[in-house]
């Protein structure tokens, strides 16, 4: 069972500051995805990566997969309360078509 | 166009009724998913079509029955359910696995599922 394990669970920080969400795993993923999800709602992808080594950036969001393509980082610069969600990495290995997701980090930026 | 809409939005349901869950996807995309979310936690797959064929079935109980009549239409008929299945169900669609293809998934906004 290929297993990806977020941390931390749970962050709650003040608007304005930064933070790191981690997604490891001893698996090999060809495509990491990372999602988010408010309440009641379904998540919505953000960014995917491929390539180890690869960074994206998205606005404040800076999201990196390891060399080896076992883990991954998303960094959120200036939180803000629009940030609030459950953020969810998910990765494919091999062709394979289903994604395996990681145990979620509930994230709560207050003013 | 990355939608995938879900109907209803909420279903409440006693242990004797049939209802079924509707999810339909216009991106192009021939695999489609169903996924059981409970509270405070990740999604958990349920089902997969590929092309529409049934692809990948997790061990789900009898009671929740897929149908794909198309490419784009995604369909979960429920019967005979038990309060712990309450919970949010999710649809995706993506491209098909396939080489180096992209297989992003995009998700409904899912249907909230009580059981009484």
């Known amino acids: 069972t290929q297993l990806l394990e977020q941390s931390p669970q749970f962050l709650s920080i003040q608007e304005g500051e930064n933070l790191t969400v981690y997604c490891n795993s001893s698996?090999?993923?060809?495509?990491l995805q990372w999602y988010r999800q408010e309440p009641g709602e379904g998540p919505v992808l953000l960014v995917t990566?491929?390539?180890?080594?690869e960074v994206k950036k998205l606005k404040r969001l800076t999201f990196q997969f390891g060399d080896a393509r076992k883990d991954s980082s998303l960094h959120i610069t200036a939180a803000q309360p629009g940030d609030t969600g459950l953020y969810l990495c998910?990765?494919?290995?091999?062709?394979?078509?289903?994604?395996?997701f990681g145990t979620g980090t509930r994230l709560q930026v207050t003013l | 166009d990355t939608e995938v809409t879900q109907t209803p939005k909420h279903l409440v349901m006693g242990m004797t009724n049939k209802k079924s869950l509707k999810c339909e996807q216009h991106?192009?995309?021939?695999?489609m998913y169903w996924y059981k979310q409970k509270a405070k936690k990740p999604p958990e797959l349920m089902f997969v079509?590929?092309?529409?064929?049934?692809?990948i079935n997790e061990s789900v109980p009898s009671r929740f029955s897929p149908e794909c009549p198309n490419s784009s239409l995604l369909n979960l008929h429920l019967h005979a359910l038990q309060p712990e299945d309450s919970a949010l169900y999710l649809c995706?669609?993506?491209?098909?696995?396939?080489?180096?293809?992209?297989?992003?998934?995009?998700f409904g906004p899912g249907t909230r599922l009580t059981v009484t």
């Open positions: 698996s090999v993923f060809s495509s």
């Open positions: 990566v491929v390539t180890g080594g």
């Open positions: 998910a990765g494919h290995t091999g062709t394979a078509s289903k994604l395996t």
């Open positions: 995706a669609s993506s491209q098909p696995a396939s080489g180096r293809r992209k297989r992003e998934q995009y």
């Open positions: 991106m192009g995309h021939r695999a």
């Open positions: 079509y590929s092309y529409e064929k049934l692809s």
